[in-house]
């Protein structure tokens, strides 16, 4: 994606958002803008250039009659009706200049995205922290809790999400799922995951490998275990699949062996049983291991 400075501030913990305008006929920016969000009713876009809420790359207002121009970026606020309100806070782990590492909740997304904007991990550090620069590192879903990795000063995070594009971190997870009598362990599962054509989940098919897991068994808990898992690779969704397709499904998984109704997406009863347990890596700056471990237990292990 190409490198432009956005004219607007982050506000309230939210970034700008932006949309390019490409060759085309439109008559006017507002005859573009209701054809690229479709699904945003054209009263609302209207009102929106009316309140001059849509700049170009100088912060100068679109109105509904500014003509079309293409090659051109224009900048908003993204806007989320009926967002759901996550009941959990965030851990502090760790802080410096340079990094702030933190203990994720469930139900938390990492970045805004789709149905979440203000209920993320990044909006609410920026918020209560008062840091309108920090950056992910890296990502987790927002079913998983545990250790997450941010920067402060941004000039640092190309190194440390180096680390992470390289494979330079150790990253650890705990899941309960259920027993197998039949399934040796420990066991390493290496298969080729593939996006599926109909929805957003992902999916094991035939060809080379590119995602690979080592499963241990930490200890039994009751009919289910409590499992360690260890990614070589960091696929979308790769330790859900791995679990689900050696028959073993971590428990609570809306997404994996089956797709659930999306009504079930924000019953904070039953969170994932998946956690984020420790990263470890070689700091780019000191040269020193660095290890962060979550405080948080798995409900279904204790």
Known sequence: MVSVAAPL?????????????PQGDWATIFDFLVQRFRFTAASVIHERLV??????????????QTPYAPHQWLWYYREVPDEPQVPFEIDILYRDAQLLVIDKPHFLASIPGGRY???TALTRLRQQLGLPDLS???????????VMMFTIDPSCRGAYQSLFQSRDVTKVYEAVAPLDPLL?????????LDAKSTHFTMQEVEGLPNSSTLIEL?????????YRLTPHTGRKHQLRVHMSNLGIPICNDLFYPELQPSSMFDDF?????LLA???????????????????????MAS
């Open 9 to 21: 501030p982050v506000r309230d913990g939210i970034a700008p958002s932006r949309v390019h305008l």
């Open 51 to 64: 309140r001059g809420e849509i700049v170009d790359a100088e912060g100068v207002p679109i109105t509904p």
């Open 117 to 119: 904007l203000k209920e």
């Open 136 to 146: 992910p590192v890296h990502r987790l879903d927002r079913e998983t809790a545990g």
């Open 184 to 192: 040796t362990l420990p066991l390493r599962r290496e298969t080729r």
């Open 218 to 226: 930490i200890r039994p808990v009751d009919t289910y275990g409590l």
């Open 269 to 273: 009863s039953r969170p994932l049983q």
């Open 277 to 299: 347990r420790e990263v470890s890596f070689c700091d780019p700056y000191t040269g020193k291991t660095r290890t962060f471990s979550s405080n948080r237990v798995l409900a």
